[in-house]
Structures are given as C-alpha cells and as structure tokens.
C-alpha cells in the first residue's frame, strides 16, 4: 500500500508564496503521473497541476498558470508545488495525486490527506 503525505501548506496573505511538497511510502513499480489537486469548501475537488513521470511534461489548471509551477525529484519520486501571486480564490485544501503501477500489476490513483492552504487579503 502506498501513502502520500503533503507538507507546506498555512496561512499567508495576498501576493504571497507557499511551497507545498509531497512525500511517500511503500512499494510501487512505477509512477505514471503526479499532480496536485484542491478543493475549496463546498466545491468540488479540481486539477491544479500534472507532471508526467516520463519526459516531465506539465499541465496547470489556467486559474494557475504563470502562478503556480509543479515540479518533481525523480532521485526521490516526490513532487512539489510552488505557488506564488497567491489569491484569496486560491484557499483550499490541497491534495496530493499519485497514478501509478502498484505491485498487484494495476493501475490505481492514491491521494494524501490534504494540506490546508488559507490566502488572506
């Protein structure tokens, strides 16, 4: 079983920058794609950002883009998201998204818990 735990997120005011970072545990044979999501109170959860395992290309939500940058550690098979501009539409809790080829030879999603992001302006 594989656990993904997401670390960065406050509280910081309009204008600002946070860097939120996901680490994991367990045993895997490959991960296809890591993104972050979020999911504001009462909305529904949204696709912020993806980064592909493979040649690294990227994909931003267009409320994020030229604002929010995700990039990965191959070495360590984490992934981080450095958001700057921040806005108060930016509050939500963040999620971490793990695609990838489980030891089992299927292709599951898994998800951390949730980081708490708060934008104040």
């Known amino acids: 079983q594989v656990q993904l735990v997401e670390s960065g997120g406050g509280l910081v005011q309009t204008g600002g920058s946070l860097r939120l970072s996901c680490a994991h545990s367990g045993s895997y044979f490959s991960i296809y794609t890591m993104a972050w999501y979020r999911q504001a109170q009462g909305k529904q959860r949204e696709l912020v950002a993806t980064i592909a395992t493979s040649g690294g290309s990227t994909n931003y939500a267009d409320s994020v883009k030229g604002r929010f940058t995700i990039s990965r550690d191959n070495a360590k098979n984490t992934v981080s998201l450095q958001m700057n501009n921040l806005k108060p539409e930016d509050t939500a809790v963040y999620y971490c998204?793990?695609?990838?080829?489980?030891?089992?030879?299927?292709?599951?999603?898994?998800w951390g818990q949730g980081t708490q992001v708060t934008v104040s302006s």
């Open positions: 998204n793990y695609r990838l080829l489980g030891i089992d030879r299927r292709i599951n999603d898994y």
